[in-house]
């Protein structure tokens, strides 16, 4: 069974820092993507960041680019990290890691493609 946990969620301050984790498990596959959303009070849905495991490659929601880096553990397999930077009020949302094969093609902030998702981590940004 696939099962994503997201984790490291909390209370900054404004301009402050702070790292998600998800961790995956119950599949074995090396050509999936780990796809970052958010969802804040109100709004829908959005898409954040993507990551290829098989590539290493990334892409970022123009929203959180230059400040926010998707990244994978090269140590624990499926450990997946959400580094935030210079965070303001407009990043405060439950944040959700989602996986699906493949890639991040340049549809990859489409969220209906993402079968598995984690069940999210709340980051409140507030002085």
């Known amino acids: 069974q696939v099962q994503l946990v997201e984790s490291g969620g909390g209370l900054v301050r404004p301009g402050g820092s702070l790292t998600l984790s998800c961790t995956a498990s119950?599949?074995?596959?090396?050509?999936?993507?780990i796809g970052w959303f958010r969802q804040a009070p109100g709004k829908e849905r959005e898409a954040v960041a993507c990551?290829?495991?098989?590539?290493?490659?990334?892409?970022l929601s123009d929203s959180v680019k230059g400040r926010f880096t998707a990244s994978k553990d090269n140590f624990v397999e499926k450990k997946f990290y959400l580094e935030m930077n210079n965070l303001n009020s407009d990043d405060t949302a439950v944040y959700y890691c989602a996986t699906e094969p493949g890639i991040c093609l340049p549809t990859w902030n489409n969220e209906g493609d993402y079968f598995y998702w984690g069940r999210g981590t709340q980051v409140t940004v507030s002085s």
């Open positions: 119950g599949f074995d596959l090396d050509w999936y993507r």
């Open positions: 990551f290829g495991n098989s590539d290493g490659k990334s892409k």
